[in-house]
C-alpha cells in the first residue's frame, strides 16, 4: 500500500515533469485563487474592448467613401461618432479603473506574509544555483527540490538566496515571490487538495535557470508526518559490501566536500542534501528522473546534462560509480 502511494507520487512527479500542473488557471488554493480571478477579469475587459473596437472598425470600413451608409439600423453619423468615443475613450477608462481598484485589493490580499501565530509550521527554502534546500526548523529535517508539506494547512515559507536572485514559483499556490541574497521573503504555502504541484525558478539566475524546478507535495497530515520524521532521521548505515564500498568511496572521494549526508562525516553545503535522495524522484532540481540509470549518468558526467552546475564529474572507476550508486539507492 505504501509503496502504491510513492508509485502514484512518482508517477503525478514524472507527469508533473511534462509540464502538466503548472498553470495559474488551475488553483489550488485561496491566493492563487485571487490571482486567477483577477486574470479572469482583466481577460474579459480586454475581450469587451477588443471586440468592440474591432466591431466599428469594420463598420468604419464598411463606410468608407459611403458616409451616408446607415451604422447599424438607423443610427446615423453622430451616433457613430458617440460609439467611437465610448468604445475608444469611455468603455476603456472604466475598464482600467475597475481593474485597478480590483487588483489592488488582490495584491494587498496576495503580497501579504502570512501574520506571525497564524500558520501551523515554517520552513526555510533556499534558492541556489540550481536547485532548492529545504528545511524544517524544529525537526533536522532537510531535503531538497521537492517541498513535503501538510495539505490544508497554513505554511510559512521562508525565501532565501545562497547566490544570486531566485523567483519562487508554484502557480497553483501562490504568486511569485524573489529570493533576494540578504533580504529573506515569507509567502503562505498553502494545497487545498493533496497532489503534487509543480513551479519554477522566475528570474533569471544563469545558464541553469531554466532547470530550476521544484514541486510542492500536499499530503495528508498523517503521512506528512511520516515523511518528516523520516527525513528527520541520519542515514540508515547500508548492510551490503558494495553499498558499504560505495559509502567509502563517497567519503574518501570529493562527493563528501560538497555534500551531506547525516550520520556520516559527508558534511558540505555547496550541493543538496543527500540523506534520503533514494525517497526523492527526481534529481538536479527536476531536470531528469531519481532512477539507477539516470543517477549513473548524472555522476559519471554532469556537465552533460546540466551545463554549468556545479557538481563536476568525478574520477571514479566503473566499479567504484555502481558501488556510489547502489549506495545512494539505499539512502530513503
Ligand atoms: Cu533560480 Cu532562475
Not at 480586454?46 to 474591432?54: K, R, S, T, Y
Not at 514559483?169 to 521573503?185: E, F, I, S, T
Not at 511520516?226 to 527525513?231: E, G, I, K, Q, Y
Amino acid at each position: 500500500m505504501r509503496i502504491g502511494a510513492a508509485s502514484a507520487f512518482a508517477l503525478a512527479i514524472a507527469l508533473a515533469g511534462c509540464g502538466a500542473g503548472q498553470s495559474t488557471l488551475d488553483p489550488q488554493s485561496r491566493p492563487a485563487r485571487e490571482i486567477a480571478d483577477l486574470w479572469w477579469w482583466m481577460l474579459a475587459a480586454a475581450a469587451f474592448v477588443l471586440i468592440g473596437a474591432l466591431v466599428l472598425l469594420f463598420i468604419g470600413w464598411r463606410r468608407r467613401d459611403r458616409p451616408g451608409l446607415p451604422v447599424v439600423g438607423n443610427l446615423g453619423e453622430r451616433g457613430f461618432n458617440g460609439l467611437v468615443v465610448l468604445f475608444g475613450m469611455i468603455v476603456p477608462l472604466l475598464a482600467l479603473v475597475v481593474v485597478f481598484v480590483a487588483a489592488n485589493f488582490s495584491v494587498a490580499s496576495v503580497t501579504e506574509a502570512p501574520a506571525p501565530g497564524s500558520t501551523a509550521m515554517t520552513i526555510v527554502i533556499t534558492g541556489n544555483q540550481w536547485f532548492w534546500d529545504i528545511h524544517y526548523p524544529g525537526s533536522g529535517a532537510v531535503t531538497a527540490n521537492e517541498i513535503h508539506i501538510p495539505v490544508g494547512t497554513r505554511v510559512d515559507a521562508v525565501l532565501r538566496s545562497a547566490d544570486v536572485i531566485h523567483s519562487f514559483w508554484v502557480p497553483q499556490l501562490n504568486r511569485k515571490a524573489d529570493m533576494v541574497p540578504g533580504h529573506p521573503n515569507r509567502i503562505l504555502l498553502y494545497a487545498d487538495h493533496p497532489g503534487v504541484y509543480r513551479g519554477q525558478c522566475a528570474e533569471f539566475c544563469g545558464l541553469q535557470h531554466a532547470n530550476m524546478a521544484t514541486t510542492v507535495i500536499a499530503q495528508p497530515p498523517a503521512q506528512f508526518r511520516a515523511w518528516l520524521a523520516n527525513a528527520a532521521r541520519p542515514r540508515i548505515a547500508p548492510t551490503g559490501a558494495q553499498q558499504q564500498r560505495g559509502e567509502q568511496v563517497f567519503l574518501s572521494e570529493r562527493c563528501a566536500s560538497c555534500h551531506t549526508i547525516r550520520g556520516t562525516s559527508a558534511r558540505g553545503t555547496i550541493g543538496p542534501d543527500l540523506t534520503h535522495l533514494a525517497s526523492r524522484s527526481t534529481l538536479a532540481a527536476l531536470t531528469i528522473p531519481n532512477t539507477r540509470h539516470e543517477l549513473e549518468r548524472w555522476i559519471a558526467d554532469p556537465q552533460k546534462i546540466k551545463p554549468g552546475a556545479k557538481m563536476p564529474s568525478v574520477d571514479l572507476s566503473t566499479s567504484e560509480r555502481d558501488a556510489v550508486v547502489a549506495y545512494l539507492e539505499t539512502l530513503r
